[in-house]
């Protein structure tokens, strides 16, 4: 165990990934990531690995594509415009079943969007984003610790399934500065443990890598063994955390930066005798909803906060199935929901003054809700 | 009695799924022939692009990755920075390597990277059923262009290697054609060429091969060469155009 170092979020996300060991990075520069490519073309040198800035995020996640199936720990990271670019890609490496990781520090969007931190890539992350029947694994760090800590379990899980993974980080994981232990430190996973990848075919019968199935029975074949990695991961990979959620009547629902803006609102409501808890999922997919299943029955409500105007909510509805109303308070574009804000909303949830479905019952304080 | 003619050992002897008269085959045998000679068939790693070639990976016996359209040169880049001595090869048709893998080429041979290109210009998309490429030729018919191409509303055919050459980064740059004998010989010394420089780590080298599409050309295989000298190559001059770094 080293000494804390205090580090900006995605230059420590970048060390984490080296110390993980990770060797290739294909990137291409936006904001609010930039530092990720920074740090690593001039890390990953001194750590006898290769750096390439592609020309854009189509070739960077295609060079990802090309590493990845030579049997490489490889990484590429962006943002949300960026992400949007490399889609197609991350869908063909669902495909062919190569392991990666893709870090999103988001922005606000649609189109050009803003360069404030945002939660609204949580759709395209979760539900595909790219084309066909495939899953990326995704985690939303809420501290810098906590993204250092899953970059490395990334690497791990997208081995031990060749799948994808995907750190989805706000603006503000990427750009605040925080105390930052780096605890594993494991060795790189070598390409001859990986037998099916393209290193030459010398002793061997010739590997393949590829996403293409014309027969339909093949391809049926293929995507249902591709569901049932999934179920596996959905099975053995959940991650969440719940806040005084055992007697909680009101519970708040929020993942990364969020979540801790949550946390102070939980406890100033507990002070004040609301039976107020948390939950906050860390893996996004596979969504934590066994977390949802042990406070459902005797909950008399869930308020999801979100930086976009409800995305996760609609999985948290699906997880609560009608148990207790599901309430949701949203920000967008760089706006941060407040606590003061959160704390009104939770009160008007608690004394029934706000419908589960309405629009923006706010709009003077700013954000919407429903 | 001593063999005259054998199937190279880096294919597979799978039957192809090309049309009859199409010049992939010949492409295919002359860089399986060049994998053999120079002995690099345990160390080759090809990566198929999208088109007729995208089932590359069935005939050659070489480990072998699929790209995305247009995508091979970035793939062939992971591959090759992870993997700096083995022999990485791109297979590319026109559409794939002239229209939606512009960006792609281009940066490849600016980065200078050290891998082979071989790229299938035939003046059509042919897996998709004969549209317009940027290969194909003024006044050319196709599926996307029915009355032929006009270049006041379609542009110009795109002449790659000429493009290429202007590139610092790239090494070698050459066009050939493979409609008769003579032609087929002057193209395999150059994919050779391609390959060697690679095996010494002079960077990034690239053969068009000037192919035909007999199917969607709606032509006899035999007319279909004749088209490729008549029509072609006044348009897309044969030789090297570059072989040397730097400007």
């Known amino acids: 165990m080293s000494e804390p170092i205090l580090m900006k979020g995605n230059e420590a996300i970048a060390e984490a990934a080296i110390r993980a060991g990770c060797r290739f990075f294909f990137g291409y520069p936006i904001t609010p990531q930039n530092e990720i490519p920074e740090y690593m073309s001039k ?48 869908s063909y490496i669902a495909g062919a079943e190569l392991p990666c990781v893709i870090v999103n520090i988001s922005r606000g969007g649609p189109g050009l969007g803003g360069i404030q931190p945002s939660q609204s890539d949580y759709f395209q992350a979760t539900k595909g984003g790219g084309h066909g029947d495939y899953k990326l694994i995704v985690y939303g760090p809420s501290s810098v610790q906590e993204a250092c800590d899953l970059m490395i379990k990334a690497f791990d899980v997208a081995d031990k399934y060749r799948n994808p993974v995907m750190i989805l980080g706000d603006g503000m994981i990427g750009q605040m500065m925080e105390p930052v232990v780096f605890r594993d430190q494991p ?48 099975e053995n990979e959940v991650m969440y955390e719940s806040y005084r959620a055992d007697d909680a009547e009101w519970l708040l629902v929020a993942y990364g930066t969020v979540a801790r803006i949550c946390i102070s609102v939980m406890e100033k409501m507990r002070e004040e005798g609301f039976r107020v808890g948390l939950i906050r999922p860390i893996t996004l997919w596979p969504f934590p909803k066994t977390a949802f299943d042990e406070v459902a029955d005797r909950a008399k409500g869930f308020l999801c906060v979100e930086m976009s105007t409800g995305q996760m909510v609609e999985d948290v509805r699906l997880a609560v199935e009608g148990r207790a109303p599901v309430y949701f308070y949203g920000r967008t574009g760089g706006a941060v929901p407040l606590p003061r804000n959160i704390e009104k909303r939770m009160h008007q949830v608690i004394a029934g003054r706000t419908p589960v479905v309405t629009e923006c019952l706010d709009k003077n304080q700013g954000g919407g809700g429903r | 009695m001593k063999p005259v003619y ?67 040169p970035a793939v062939a880049t992971g591959i090759k920075r992870v993997h700096p001595d083995r022999i990485v090869f791109t297979y590319q048709g026109d559409g794939d390597m002239a229209s939606i893998g512009a960006a792609e080429i281009v940066h490849a041979a600016a980065r200078r990277e050290n891998i082979t ?11 998709t059923g004969g549209q317009m490429a940027p290969t194909t030729l003024e006044g050319q018919v196709t599926t996307t262009s029915p009355m032929g191409r006009d270049h006041k509303s379609q542009g110009y055919p795109l002449r790659m290697p000429e493009l290429l050459a202007a590139v610092d980064g790239a090494y070698y740059i050459a066009r050939c054609s493979l409609h008769n004998a003579a032609h087929i010989g002057r193209a395999k010394r150059a994919i050779k060429q391609a390959f060697q420089n690679q095996m010494e780590g002079k960077g990034f080298s690239m053969v068009e091969l000037l192919s035909t599409c007999p199917t969607n050309w709606r032509m006899s ?14 348009v897309y001059p044969l030789g090297e155009f570059k072989s040397g770094e730097g400007e």
């Open chain 1, 43 to 90: 890390r990953l040198p001194e750590a006898g690995g290769v750096f390439v800035q592609a020309e854009s995020e189509v070739a960077s996640i295609n060079m990802v594509y090309g590493a990845a199936g030579a049997g490489a720990r490889v990484m590429t990271s962006s943002s949300s415009p960026g992400i949007s670019l490399m889609m197609e890609g991350i």
């Open chain 1, 187 to 234: 060795g790189e996973a070598a390409p001859d443990k990986k037998p099916w990848a393209t290193t030459g075919n010398e002793g061997r019968k010739s590997n393949l890598i590829t996403s293409i199935y014309l027969d339909p029975e093949v391809l049926d074949a293929h995507n249902w063994k591709l569901y049932q990695k999934y179920k596996r991961i959905e």
């Open chain 2, 6 to 72: 054998l199937r190279p050992k880096s294919l597979t002897g799978v039957v192809t799924h090309y049309c009859p008269g199409c010049t992939h085959g010949i492409a295919h045998r002359l860089v399986a022939e060049i994998i053999d000679e120079l002995r690099i068939q345990g160390k080759a790693i090809g990566v198929a692009s999208v088109g007729c070639s995208v089932f590359a990976y069935n005939y050659f016996d070489v480990d072998f990755q699929q790209a995305a359209h247009g995508r091979a």
């Open chain 2, 117 to 127: 290109v071989i790229f299938i210009n035939n003046a059509i998309y042919g897996m």
């Open chain 2, 221 to 234: 295989p035999v007319k279909a060469m004749e088209w490729v000298e008549k029509h072609m190559i006044p």
